[in-house]
């Protein structure tokens, strides 16, 4: 269903690619896009079977089957940029990391699926609610790149685009893999009764505690990341990442709750959750171009927008799965505490959110220290809170509870009484 699914979606996709090319004022798009597109099509061919490995928490098998191709493609992807000199390096190593993933699929999993629309009858309920869901989603990631494209030209929508992909890396390489697993224990939960919903607030919480201090960090060392990673001429980027990695601090909420939903069958209030969520970016996006089209002002734009879904996720959070707002308080005030002492320390002393000019290396271990000074002091200031409240059940015990699943925390855990 999927590879039958991807087949109709890029064919029409194909046949506005030449629209797109027109649309951004850029020719190569046409040829790129069709790559892309093929490289779509080509991953529904995945063995679906690995689904396996989700329901059967053998997040080890997922970690290889994630972390190896992405390896391939980047072993690739650069000796070829370095040989080329093109974005064409790029392209060709999408294609060899999803031909990769294909086969690590096949051998990962014994299971041979075969072209047929078996069961298509039992899956369709469900599934149309998920599709309309990513339809959704596709406007809510894209409206913005596809209206400001026009008006800011390739350079200019460059920058707002790795911007924005710097900005949100706590999301991309925390919070997302880690709504992967909480799909499985939510799903697990539902069999053990409605007692366990509660979970998910606190499980919200403990990510928000996580993520915190590392948006503290990416935004105040923006300037030592772009010198860094990208070199002065695209210092233009770091106001953007600056502002846009707030992002990431409403961003457990919304990806805990829609994994509940899902996990929980509860697919058409996720998709109207989605919806309110892509419309509130879409009329932002308008807004900003018609009174202020700048990518500063699109930066606050997509900032304010992500924090107002952020609300109303939280909302649902409290309405649909059990959780009490007086459990997550403590934690809650604990993290906002936290995070203004830091960031009223990084203004005051003018450490944070300097326009660097330094040679990248130096740039990477200066901004690395102050990254790392971050993220102790918010820990410190976290443990004191905490220990002073008289060590209370919240996000820092989760933490605690996970982090003595590993060596030397199992020491500290059991020094601070916890079994």
Same mark, same amino acid.
């Given at each position: 269903l999927?590879t039958f699914g991807?087949c109709?979606l890029?064919?029409f996709r194909?046949c506005?690619?030449?629209?797109?090319a027109?649309w951004f004022?850029?020719?190569?798009l046409?040829?790129?896009l069709?790559?892309?597109a093929g490289?779509?099509v080509?991953?529904?061919?995945?063995?679906?079977?690995?689904v396996?490995?989700?329901?059967a928490?053998?997040?080890?098998?997922?970690?290889?089957?994630l =972390?190896?191709p992405?390896?391939?493609?980047?072993?690739?992807?650069?000796p070829? %940029?370095?040989l080329?000199?093109?974005?064409?390096?790029?392209?060709?190593?999408?294609?060899?990391g999803?031909l990769?993933?294909i086969v690590?699929?096949y051998?990962?999993h014994?299971?041979?699926?075969g072209?047929? @629309?078996a069961?298509?009858?039992e899956?369709?309920g469900?599934s149309?609610w998920?599709w309309?869901?990513?339809?959704v989603?596709v406007v809510?990631e894209?409206?913005d790149?596809?209206l400001l494209?026009?008006? @800011?030209?390739?350079a200019?929508?460059g920058?707002?685009?790795?911007?924005?992909?710097?900005a949100i890396?706590?999301v991309?390489?925390?919070?997302?893999p880690?709504?992967?697993?909480?799909f499985?224990?939510? =799903?697990?939960?539902?069999?053990?009764?409605?007692?366990n919903a509660d979970?998910?607030?606190?499980v919200?919480?403990?990510?928000?505690?996580l993520?915190?201090?590392?948006?503290?960090?990416?935004?105040?060392?923006?300037?030592? +990341?772009i010198?860094?990673?990208?070199g002065?001429?695209?210092q233009?980027?770091q106001? @953007?990442? %600056?502002i846009m990695?707030?992002?990431c601090? &409403? %961003?457990? &909420?919304?990806?805990?709750c829609?994994t509940?939903?899902?996990?929980h069958?509860?697919?058409?209030?996720n998709?109207?959750c989605?919806? =309110?969520?892509?419309t509130?970016?879409? !009329?932002?996006?308008?807004l900003?171009?018609?009174?202020f089209?700048?990518?500063?002002?699109?930066?606050?734009a997509m900032t304010?927008v992500? %924090?107002?879904e !952020?609300v109303v996720?939280?909302?649902?959070?409290?309405?649909?799965?059990?959780?009490k707002?007086?459990a +997550?308080?403590?934690g809650l005030?604990?993290?906002?505490?936290a995070?203004?002492?830091?960031?009223a320390?990084?203004?005051?002393?003018?450490?944070?959110?300097q =326009?660097?000019?330094m040679?990248?290396?130096?740039?990477l271990?200066?901004?690395?220290g102050? !990254?790392?000074?971050v993220i102790g002091?918010?820990g410190?200031?976290? !443990?004191?809170?905490w220990? +002073?409240?008289?060590?209370?059940p919240?996000?820092e015990?989760?933490? @605690?509870g996970?982090?003595?699943?590993?060596g030397?925390?199992?020491?500290?855990?059991r020094?601070l009484?916890?079994?």
């Amino acid at each position: 269903l999927e590879t039958f699914g991807r087949c109709y979606l890029e064919t029409f996709r194909r046949c506005l690619t030449p629209v797109a090319a027109w649309w951004f004022g850029e020719p190569r798009l046409v040829v790129v896009l069709l790559v892309l597109a093929g490289v779509t099509v080509l991953g529904g061919f995945e063995n679906v079977g690995i689904v396996e490995f989700r329901r059967a928490m053998r997040f080890d098998k997922q970690f290889l089957l994630l =972390s190896v191709p992405r390896l391939v493609q980047v072993l690739v992807t650069i000796p070829l %940029a370095f040989l080329l000199q093109s974005y064409w390096a790029l392209l060709l190593g999408i294609a060899l990391g999803k031909l990769v993933r294909i086969v690590a699929t096949y051998v990962a999993h014994p299971y041979r699926p075969g072209l047929r @629309l078996a069961g298509w009858r039992e899956l369709a309920g469900f599934s149309f609610w998920t599709w309309a869901t990513s339809t959704v989603n596709v406007v809510w990631e894209r409206c913005d790149a596809v209206l400001l494209g026009p008006l @800011l030209g390739p350079a200019g929508l460059g920058t707002y685009l790795l911007a924005g992909e710097l900005a949100i890396l706590p999301v991309t390489e925390l919070i997302s893999p880690a709504a992967d697993a909480l799909f499985t224990g939510f =799903s697990a939960a539902q069999k053990q009764g409605p007692a366990n919903a509660d979970r998910a607030g606190g499980v919200a919480v403990g990510l928000l505690l996580l993520v915190v201090p590392l948006v503290i960090g990416i935004s105040a060392t923006s300037g030592y +990341m772009i010198a860094a990673l990208l070199g002065p001429k695209w210092q233009q980027a770091q106001p @953007l990442v %600056a502002i846009m990695a707030w992002q990431c601090v &409403f %961003a457990p &909420f919304s990806y805990v709750c829609t994994t509940f939903l899902v996990a929980h069958g509860m697919v058409r209030l996720n998709f109207a959750c989605n919806v =309110s969520s892509a419309t509130m970016r879409l !009329g932002a996006t308008v807004l900003v171009i018609a009174v202020f089209p700048t990518l500063h002002d699109m930066a606050i734009a997509m900032t304010s927008v992500v %924090a107002a879904e !952020g609300v109303v996720y939280f909302a649902v959070l409290l309405s649909v799965c059990g959780t009490k707002f007086p459990a +997550m308080q403590g934690g809650l005030l604990r993290i906002a505490l936290a995070g203004a002492v830091v960031v009223a320390a990084l203004i005051g002393t003018g450490w944070g959110w300097q =326009s660097v000019d330094m040679p990248p290396f130096a740039a990477l271990i200066e901004g690395m220290g102050l !990254g790392m000074a971050v993220i102790g002091s918010f820990g410190v200031v976290i !443990g004191l809170q905490w220990w +002073m409240a008289g060590s209370p059940p919240g996000p820092e015990t989760l933490m @605690l509870g996970l982090a003595g699943q590993f060596g030397v925390f199992r020491i500290l855990r059991r020094k601070l009484g916890f079994t």
